[in-house]
């Protein structure tokens, strides 16, 4: 199983990016997976930012990400991007995605729910 995220960089604040993670090696289908995007900045703990397919089939998104982040999937092609609009200082972080069973996260995003993890991507906002 391999999770490989990509489209992190250096952007100004009140820019955008998109961040893409590739799926592969899964045993299901990628839709019957509960999928995650999570950052960690440096000297704090990792949080959810945006969840997909959990609780019953509903989004989740952090106080954080909420109205400018977009969790989207595309099954057949096992994608999961992340789009990430007016971009904030305080959204520097390494960005990971994560993939888990279903049952896992039905009670929320949690990174504890999610069983496999892909190398996080790096995202820089300047003032």
């Known amino acids: 199983v391999q999770l490989q995220a990509s489209g992190g960089g250096l952007v100004q604040h009140g820019g955008s990016l998109r961040l893409s993670c590739a799926a592969s090696?899964?045993?299901?289908?990628?839709?019957?997976?509960?999928i995650g995007w999570f950052r960690q900045a440096p000297g704090k703990e990792r949080e959810a930012v945006a969840c997909?397919?959990?609780?019953?089939?509903?989004?989740f998104y952090s106080d954080s990400s909420k109205g400018r982040f977009t969790i989207s999937r595309d099954n057949a092609k096992s994608t999961v991007d992340l789009q990430m609009n007016n971009l904030k200082p305080e959204d520097t972080a390494n960005y990971y995605c994560?993939?888990?069973?279903?049952?896992?996260?039905?009670?929320?995003?949690?990174?504890?729910?999610?069983?496999?993890w892909g190398y996080g991507t790096p995202v820089t906002v300047s003032p």
């Open positions: 997909n397919n959990i609780m019953g089939g509903q989004t």
């Open positions: 090696g899964f045993t299901l289908e990628l839709k019957y997976y509960a």
């Open positions: 994560a993939a888990g069973p279903k049952w896992r996260s039905r009670y929320g995003c949690y990174s504890h729910g999610m069983d496999y």
